[in-house]
């Protein structure tokens, strides 16, 4: 329990006191966030904004990380892959910022180094952690074996929550928000199936998201950029595998899938029907657009989240008794 709460609280004033010389640094080097022309009006206001903030957050994620961890499979595994998806996002972020590419780094590489990092949580998951090539639906009491279809699965685990994640990245505080809630039910479920080493990197990409929100929040001082939000949509998904809980993600990351499924829908609508059923999308934008302040969207966003992670914890608990 001790190096829990060391590493979560390091992680957390880590972020806070390296957040202000990386925020001078990057309005020095004019590394600011480009808003959409086609997005809501309020948000050019934020244009300039400094972003890239993830590496700020797994900066102060991996320090005491390092120093605490007893370098069991899984917890490495997640630091592994939470650290890839980062570099991924960070290589993506340097396109646009730098490189002047407005869309980032090409999809089809996207596609192959998530396809990449995949198999590699694949091998450590199976080979390395002695993980079961199984999913575990846990809201009923059944068990798939998927044998070599299991990376497929994971894939879409990963690829799907990443990019939900960064879906949700559209408001001062809400990713961050709702990452840190989703992580603390996965503390509590690593916590008390004595994991403890896995409770040791949820612990610290809480704590990154805490003190990353005193700079992220409403009216933001830096943004995380992709490569936090796929940093920790990483992480998120990891730990999905690594607890077998990859279904019950859906439950317990309930805000991103609404987020994500809000642009499905939009797109899927608006390709068949030539009709859009949100005013924008995501649906967090759809609700800027009805005139609700942002500071009430990300609250109750946050709400939704909560609500959608202790169901999801609970869930756990009845399929683990």
Same mark, same amino acid.
């Given at each position: 329990?001790?190096?829990?709460?060391i590493?979560?609280t390091a992680?957390?004033?880590?972020?806070?006191?390296?957040?202000?010389?990386?925020?001078?640094?990057?309005?020095e080097?004019?590394?600011?966030?480009?808003?959409?022309?086609?997005?809501?009006?309020?948000?050019h206001a934020?244009?300039?904004?400094?972003?890239?903030g993830?590496?700020?957050?797994?900066?102060?994620?991996?320090?005491p990380?390092?120093?605490?961890?007893?370098?069991?499979?899984?917890?490495?595994?997640?630091?592994?892959?939470?650290?890839?998806?980062?570099a991924?996002?960070?290589?993506?972020?340097?396109?646009?910022?730098?490189?002047k590419?407005?869309l980032g780094?090409?999809?089809?590489?996207?596609?192959?180094?998530?396809?990449g990092? %995949?198999? *590699? $949580?694949?091998?450590?998951a199976?080979?390395? @952690?002695?993980?079961?090539? #199984?999913?575990? &639906?846990?809201? !009923?009491?059944?068990?798939?074996?998927?044998?070599?279809?299991?990376?497929?699965l994971?894939y879409?685990?990963l690829?799907?929550?990443?990019?939900?994640?960064n879906?949700?990245?559209g408001?001062?505080?809400?990713?961050?928000?709702?990452?840190a809630?989703?992580?603390?039910?996965?503390?509590?479920i690593?916590?008390?199936t004595?994991?403890?080493?896995?409770?040791?990197?949820?612990?610290?990409?809480?704590?990154?998201?805490?003190?990353?929100?005193?700079?992220?929040?409403?009216?933001a001082?830096?943004f995380m950029?992709?490569?936090? %939000?796929? *940093? $920790?949509g990483?992480?998120?998904?990891?730990? @999905?595998?690594?607890?077998? #809980?990859?279904? &019950?993600?859906? !439950?317990?990351?309930?805000?991103?899938?609404?987020?994500?499924?809000?642009v499905?829908?939009?797109?899927?609508s608006?390709?068949?029907f030539?009709?859009?059923?949100?005013?924008?999308?995501p649906?967090?934008h759809?609700?800027?657009?009805?005139a609700w302040?942002?500071?009430?969207?990300?609250?109750?966003?946050?709400?939704?989240?909560?609500?959608?992670?202790?169901?999801?914890?609970?869930?756990?608990?009845?399929?683990?008794?």
């Amino acid at each position: 329990m001790g190096e829990v709460l060391i590493g979560g609280t390091a992680s957390l004033l880590i972020c806070i006191f390296l957040s202000p010389k990386f925020i001078a640094f990057l309005h020095e080097r004019e590394f600011g966030q480009r808003i959409r022309e086609e997005g809501p009006q309020e948000h050019h206001a934020k244009a300039g904004t400094p972003t890239m903030g993830g590496i700020i957050i797994f900066t102060a994620i991996a320090v005491p990380f390092l120093l605490l961890t007893e370098l069991d499979a899984r917890s490495v595994g997640v630091m592994g892959v939470a650290l890839a998806c980062a570099a991924l996002g960070f290589a993506d972020d340097y396109m646009k910022l730098v490189k002047k590419r407005s869309l980032g780094l090409k999809g089809r590489w996207k596609l192959i180094i998530t396809m990449g990092i %995949s198999v *590699g $949580l694949w091998l450590v998951a199976t080979r390395w @952690a002695d993980l079961p090539d #199984t999913l575990n &639906l846990r809201v !009923v009491d059944a068990t798939i074996d998927l044998g070599y279809f299991y990376p497929a699965l994971i894939y879409l685990v990963l690829a799907g929550t990443t990019s939900a994640v960064n879906l949700t990245d559209g408001l001062d505080g809400l990713a961050a928000g709702c990452s840190a809630i989703v992580l603390l039910a996965y503390i509590a479920i690593t916590f008390t199936t004595r994991q403890t080493d896995l409770a040791l990197v949820a612990a610290c990409l809480v704590g990154a998201c805490v003190g990353f929100l005193w700079f992220n929040s409403f009216p933001a001082s830096i943004f995380m950029g992709d490569t936090g %939000s796929l *940093g $920790l949509g990483g992480a998120i998904a990891a730990l @999905a595998v690594m607890t077998k #809980t990859e279904v &019950l993600l859906i !439950v317990m990351g309930g805000i991103f899938v609404i987020e994500a499924l809000s642009v499905l829908i939009q797109v899927f609508s608006f390709q068949v029907f030539r009709k859009r059923v949100f005013l924008m999308a995501p649906i967090h934008h759809h609700f800027e657009l009805q005139a609700w302040s942002e500071t009430k969207i990300i609250l109750r966003f946050w709400i939704v989240a909560a609500v959608c992670s202790a169901i999801g914890f609970t869930l756990y608990q009845q399929s683990a008794g």
